[in-house]
């Protein structure tokens, strides 16, 4: 059997003989032991000046981090004090923008419907003005011509020879190659109602033909239509142009498929 002991006594270093009897080996034993008992109990724990030094470095870094740390905190609340300040300064401020946006607005919409209504209402009294009026479109011009002579005539053909007229002149934008209108200022309302009626039959053979004289919304109003109403001709519908809007033949408006009803 090998001996272990030999081995443990290697690896610790000591060089061990085995006793001749139990005394000698107790005594040998505690010869061993004692010089490690007394390393343990009398060893220096006391730290070097270097340590010293050193914790005293890094106790002074800390406490200078933790002032910077302190200063940066304090000026940081200094700098959010200030902006919450700001902050309400600038909501303060928006708040009444806001409040003169809205009422801006409002009055905007106030004047757009004014706007709207004025226009209505100015349409209406040019209408009124030209309620008497007629154009002859298609009449050659001629150098030094009598428009009301040539007015005359041409109610005469249109069925009302005896139509009295206040006066008749050229009227619209000079455009080459096209003839202004003849513009007519009847004296009478009933005889531009039968001029209207009578002049399509009577003057089908003809180069000039009679038109109401609309404003310039109607007009806008009248050609925005034009092609729906030809096709409605065509398909046996008739309509009239009488007081800025389309009518059927009993007076009513008609509405048509992308016009909403007023």
């Given amino acids: 059997m090998p001996d272990t002991r030999s081995k ?3 690896k610790s270093g000591f060089t061990f003989s085995p006793p001749t009897d139990g005394a000698t080996a107790v005594g040998t034993l505690d010869a061993l032991l004692v010089p490690r008992k007394e390393q343990r109990g009398t060893g220096d724990i006391s730290a070097s000046p270097q340590t010293e030094d050193l914790s005293k470095k890094l106790e002074a870094i800390i406490e200078s981090a933790l002032q910077k740390i302190q200063e940066l ?10 902006q919450e300040i700001q902050l309400k300064e600038l909501q303060r401020s928006n708040q009444s923008l ?18 709207e209504a004025f226009t209505i209402e100015l349409n209406k009294l040019e209408r009124l003005s030209r309620r ?7 009449v050659k011009s001629a150098q030094g011509e009598d428009c009301m002579e040539v007015a005359r005539d041409i109610l005469a053909k249109a069925g009302v020879p005896d139509a009295r007229m206040e006066r008749a ?25 039968t001029l209207l009626k009578n002049s399509r039959a ?12 609309l404003t310039p919304t109607d007009l ?12 409605l001709y065509q398909e046996g519908t008739r309509l009239r142009f009488r007081g800025g809007i389309w009518r059927k033949g009993d007076g009513r408006p008609y509405h048509f498929p992308t016009q909403l009803p007023n």
């Fill in 8 to 10: 443990a006594t290697k």
């Fill in 73 to 82: 905190q304090k000026d940081f609340l200094n700098v959010r004090a200030v």
């Fill in 98 to 115: 806001l409040c003169r946006c809205t009422d801006l607005e409002s009055k905007v919409i106030f004047l757009e419907r004014k706007n």
């Fill in 132 to 138: 008497d009026n007629i154009r002859i479109v298609g």
């Fill in 169 to 193: 002149h050229r009227d619209g934008r000079i455009t080459p190659g096209r003839d202004r209108h003849i513009l007519v200022k009847l004296s009478h309302y009933q005889d531009k109602i």
């Fill in 202 to 213: 009577r003057l089908a053979d003809e180069p000039f033909f009679l038109i109401e004289d």
């Fill in 220 to 231: 806008r109003e009248k050609r925005k239509y034009s092609a729906q109403v030809k096709t």
